[in-house]
């Protein structure tokens, strides 16, 4: 078994007694860090950051330089499954994401080869492994994949959406069609998990980002049933230990129970959904990371700490609770805030354990 200096967030994943909550947060690596702005004009683009493994693990590293944060996050995008299918992944300022060729019909569809999103996402796997060595065996790295539905709006819709007319007229007029596109979405996700788990990722969270999105039924028959399937094909262990797998739906409250049983160990929340409520919901199935209202971090920092007892609380005692933000960190937070949050899961947390 490979040895951690400091394990209690898998522990946690897992259920396992911790001497406090372990915490990271989505989008750990990012904008609102000064060091990370710096690495990224040096890049010249944002995919040039994601494509090279020594400036992705720099950017990985970061955080943990000013946090007592208890994972590490692979510095990567979710669309790079996509990208690495053909359909030319760009960022345009101030639009996010764009696809140069979307996708619509039958033939392109069927065009799609699934192989490929392991073979060409190289980069991703010596970034793994790279950050895997920096890490010296302190804390453990988390990989991760978009889910199949979250993927298949970007493509279909060409980029982001606000109404998502595009990828829901192609799932209700031709549902055929999109279980195919989700099937390769599930198989490409699948394979791209496991690389990032044989290359040392010792935890991996599907992110499914628009899954709240669809509605109730729509839910489990093009999101949750492809997610399910991923954590099918997945290898459960390596180094001697369980690999954990976090499912985070954001929108997602509605369906908890479900989601505990797709096969996920830990279920991630977003802010509007009560943890405590969740908790009596979903029992000892399942692990619950979250929740704070990202723009919290814009309160005072007596306010965040405030909001860190409040979750602490309501979530109450015992193991079973990884603390995070209900979605990712906004880039305008002063990094003096996420120290508030930070310090006060620290300091909080251990009288509930």
Not at 160 to 173: H, M, Q, T
Request: some cysteine.
């Amino acid at each position: 078994m490979a040895s951690l200096e400091n394990d209690r967030f898998l522990r946690a994943l897992l259920r396992e007694p911790v001497d406090r909550t372990p915490l990271w947060m989505m989008r750990q690596a990012g904008r609102y860090l000064p060091e990370y702005r710096e690495i990224r004009a040096e890049a010249g683009s944002f995919m040039n950051l994601c494509t090279n493994p020594e400036l992705a693990c720099e950017v990985t590293l970061q955080p943990l330089r000013r946090y007592a944060m208890d994972a590490a996050i692979l510095f990567s995008d979710i669309l790079t499954v996509p990208d690495a299918l053909g359909l030319g992944l760009y960022f345009s300022e101030g639009e996010g994401p764009r696809f140069e060729r979307p996708i619509s019909t039958a033939a392109e569809i069927n065009a799609l080869d699934p192989a490929r999103a392991a073979s060409e996402l190289g980069y991703v796997m010596d970034a793994v492994s790279l950050i895997r060595k920096e890490l010296k065996g302190s804390i453990p790295l988390i990989g991760f994949a978009g889910s199949p539905w979250t993927l298949a709006t970007y493509m279909v819709e060409g980029g982001s959406s606000k109404d998502f007319a595009k990828v829901k007229s192609l799932a209700f007029n031709e549902p055929e069609l999109m279980h195919q596109l989700l099937s390769k979405l599930a198989t490409s996700v699948a394979a791209y998990l496991s690389e990032q788990i044989r290359s040392g990722a010792q935890a991996v969270q599907i992110f499914d980002t628009w899954g709240g999105a669809l509605s109730h039924n729509a839910y489990r028959e093009f999101s949750l049933r492809y997610m399910t399937e991923i954590i099918e094909q997945l290898p459960r262990e390596a180094d001697g230990r369980k690999v954990p797998v976090i499912v985070f739906t954001k929108g997602g409250g509605q369906w908890l129970e479900a989601i505990a049983d797709c096969g996920a160990d830990a279920v991630g929340l977003d802010w509007t959904t009560d943890i405590g409520a969740a908790r009596e919901r979903v029992g000892d199935r399942v692990c619950l990371q979250g929740n704070m209202d990202p723009t919290l971090l814009n309160a005072s920092p007596e306010r965040i700490r405030d909001e860190v007892a409040q979750i602490l609380t309501s979530f109450g005692e015992g193991s079973g609770h990884v603390f995070n933000l209900g979605h990712g960190i906004t880039p305008g937070i002063n990094p003096d805030h996420v120290a508030a949050m930070v310090d006060a899961v620290v300091e909080l947390s251990p009288d509930y354990h």
